[in-house]
């Protein structure tokens, strides 16, 4: 354990191999209970997790964990990352965890820890919980008399759903509205098509099946194109794509075009100035924003905000400048008016209720900005290589600023969650973003064998 195991989302890797291993898991466990036992009251931890086969493994690992240093462990079963963070404040409890590789399929897995606030770890505390994690903790181990006991929330999925039900105006009805749903057989399964269904719309569900084995396989929102089909097959009036854990979101407008998370802050963000909701007098975003996002928001007089990748940084950018809307390209969209973390289906219901209000169609409302032309491309490695670090490929990076010098830009970063390099373009020429791109790609492909 001699290098860092949390990356900018938690812990994160292939399934059953470290750091995502029964083992880990309850040092994991005994740690954070560690960390967060304060004062004489009962401690209480909430478990959620997505529908991957794995997390049924972690989920007792974790619990074993946090039994033993005397937590009363609650389960919550399959439910959106989001949830966990309303029901830890919901509940009292101590903190929450969030059993998900978000996007990944099912042979991935991870750990997210969430505060007494709802609110993701800073890397501080996880630094402090991974020296736990290190150390002996027998000292620590509750009595026989004082160890935990776990217990199932039935209702916890209903929770959920009422609380973001309460996020659109009293009164508000999707009658009239058909929608295509597309879990990615993952968290929001059952949330997703059930809350819109009792908002009035007619559902068509999409990858509401989980075996354990199916999650973002081919659907949700990193494989759009089912939706998409969908949408254009049943004339509906939106598609809404979420990801595995249901905290990032995809829509699909009434023509079958993808709307990525740039587009919805745009929506969002101006109509909730001319609602005169916004705080901080703009959006904060990350350095994966099209640049086109940026400019129209200026035009507004709205301010952008940059963050490195991770929606944990996001949260931190806002709380920091009271801002109420953050988020990611890829569809994390944080509205911390009314949660702590990305929520795809509260963001879905945001842009519905813009829909409703505006009598606009999707088309027409969705389309706020001409995007800039961006290319990302990924390239994959083994972990403990080190491409970026090779006169090759550092010359190649170096060739590419100067191209798009004055008329683009270039970002290259190692992915926090998996084992891949994101080579991403943007500029005013789209055949010299994407000669820039292929060649920086080829350049690392060839330093990683």
């Not at 402090?128 to 039935?154: C, N, T």
């Not at 794509?241 to 993808?258: E, P, Q, S």
């Amino acid at each position: 354990m001699s290098n860092r195991i949390f990356g900018t989302d938690g812990i994160r890797g292939r399934a059953n191999a470290y750091p995502i291993t029964a083992e880990i898991a309850l040092k994991v466990g005994m740690a954070a209970g560690r960390h967060f036992t304060r004062g004489a009251h009962k401690h209480r931890v909430v478990i959620g997790k997505d529908t991957r086969r794995s997390s049924y493994m972690l989920e007792n690992a974790l619990a074993a964990g946090f039994t033993s240093m005397g937590f009363a462990v609650t389960t919550l079963g399959p439910v959106p990352t989001p949830a966990v963070g309303m029901l830890v404040r919901s509940l009292r409890a101590d903190l929450g965890v969030m059993i998900s590789a978000s996007h990944n399929l099912h042979h991935d897995n991870g750990i997210k820890l969430f505060g007494p606030d709802g609110f993701k770890l800073s890397d501080d505390v996880e630094d402090i919980i991974e020296a736990y994690m290190k150390a002996d903790m027998s000292e620590f181990l509750a009595d026989p008399v004082e160890m935990g006991k776990q217990r199932r929330l039935d209702d916890g999925r209903a929770r959920y759903i009422e609380f973001a039900k309460a996020t659109i105006p009293r009164g508000m009805s999707f009658e009239g509205l058909k929608i295509v749903v597309d879990c990615a057989h993952g968290a929001a399964y059952r949330t997703a098509p059930d809350m819109l269904w009792e908002l009035g719309a007619e559902i068509i569900p999409l990858g509401v099946a989980p075996n354990g084995l199916n999650i973002n396989d081919g659907c949700g929102s990193t494989n759009t194109k089912l939706a998409q089909e969908a949408v254009v097959a049943e004339k509906a009036d939106l598609g809404i794509c979420l990801d595995g854990d249901a905290d990032r979101v995809h829509i699909i407008d009434n023509t079958g075009t993808l709307v990525d998370g740039d587009q919805i802050m745009a929506l969002i963000t101006r109509s909730w100035a001319r609602q005169n909701r916004l705080r901080g007098g703009g959006l904060v975003t990350t350095v994966m924003s099209n640049l086109g996002l940026e400019r129209l928001l200026a035009e507004d007089g709205l301010t952008t905000i940059r963050t490195k990748v991770g929606d944990r940084y996001v949260v931190e950018a806002m709380r920091a400048g009271d801002y109420n809307i953050g988020g990611e390209q890829s569809g994390h969209v944080v509205l911390s008016d009314f949660v702590t973390t990305g929520d795809g289906t509260i963001t879905a219901l945001q842009v519905l209720s813009e829909i409703v209000r505006s009598g606009k169609q999707a088309a027409d409302l969705c389309r706020q900005f001409e995007p800039l032309p961006q290319l990302l491309q990924n390239v994959r490695f083994e972990r403990g290589q080190k491409p970026l670090e090779t006169d090759t490929v550092k010359a190649a990076i170096a060739e590419g600023e100067n191209r798009l010098n004055g008329h683009g830009r270039l970002l290259i970063r190692v992915s926090g969650t998996e084992p891949v390099i994101r080579v991403m373009g943007e500029g005013e020429d789209p055949e010299a973003v994407k000669t820039v791109v292929d060649d920086i790609c080829r350049e690392i492909e060839g330093a990683v064998g």
